[in-house]
């Protein structure tokens, strides 16, 4: 099933390259869809929730790795969808979501990485984070007056060179991670400025949506223009080899839950793993414990 899914979409076609500079006015925000009916759409990510399905049983037999999913992307983005879509056929006992807001007391008396690190995978599972320690470079960025509520030593607060330093602290811990056997592939979901426009309406306008929308996201698309070239400076600074960052076309949401399930499913695919072999006595007693139960 993978095999069939490489030949549909080529995670490499979204791939932030390391060490290169990047404007997202060069990247769409929106592609050709891949597929040309709903019914052919249904299917092809079913095929991929089942693949996804099998690859992540061998993943929590095989319990070498883990596997850390990174969602990012503008209100409206389609994160929350991405999620419930493609991990719709996961076993929930390997898998965990977390969803970080705006940090509580506690987790501003720490680090800005401690909150989100208590909370990574354990080898074996699947984490993912809808938004991550990525909003300390990206909000805190476009409205650095959130620093000095922070609890930070004045003396640490230089506008001019924390980011850098908050790159480098993320580009550390990540290749850290990945060399004690965990996975990252983040995704950046690019939706086009209009397009979150139409979804705001539309959150107005059906009832049943209404509870997504708040004044603070309206307040929030006033700031666009640098939100995009903190998502500029963020990716390029830290798009390495073992992290990479895909930039996913979101303005269809059909296509970008595809295109997202395509790049976990080739990630995922790319890990050696197989099921724990068993011993002679081991198999042995299995045999004799089959023998009792058929008698």
């Not at 924390?162 to 850290?176: G, K």
């Amino acid at each position: 099933m993978a095999k069939t899914m490489k030949s549909e979409i080529r995670a490499k076609n979204f791939l932030a390259h390391p060490g290169k500079a990047i404007s997202l006015g060069d990247w769409p925000s929106k592609v050709k869809p891949i597929c040309d009916s709903k019914e052919k759409y249904k299917q092809l990510l079913e095929d991929h929730v089942v693949s996804l399905s099998k690859l992540q049983q061998l993943h929590y037999a095989s319990g070498r790795y883990a596997l850390l999913l990174i969602f990012q992307g503008m209100d409206a983005a389609g994160k929350d969808g991405a999620i419930d879509h493609i991990m719709s056929g996961v076993n929930p006992e390997g898998c965990e979501v977390f969803s970080f807001k705006q940090p509580s007391a506690e987790e501003l008396k720490h680090d800005f990485l401690w909150r989100t690190n208590c909370r990574l995978p354990e080898r074996g599972r699947i984490g993912i984070f809808n938004r991550s320690y990525y909003e300390e470079v990206l909000v805190v960025r476009v409205h650095p007056e959130l620093l000095h509520q922070q609890g930070l030593p004045e003396t640490l607060i230089k506008e001019k060179d924390i980011w850098e330093e908050r790159y480098r602290s993320i580009a550390d811990l990540e290749e850290h991670l990945y060399r004690n056997g965990t996975l990252i592939v983040k995704i950046f979901l690019h939706l086009s400025k209009d397009e979150q426009r139409k979804r705001f309406l539309e959150r107005i306008d059906a009832p049943d949506k209404n509870w997504k929308f708040s004044l603070a996201d309206i307040h929030e698309r006033k700031y666009w223009s640098a939100y995009m070239k903190a998502y500029e400076a963020c990716m390029a600074a830290t798009s390495t080899h073992h992290a990479p960052w895909y930039i996913v076309p979101a303005d269809d949401k059909e296509n970008a839950r595809l295109i997202v399930s395509g790049i976990v499913l080739d990630r995922l695919d790319g890990i050696s793993m197989a099921y724990p072999k068993i011993s002679t006595e081991r198999r042995k007693e299995l045999l004799l414990i089959r023998k009792g139960l058929k008698a």
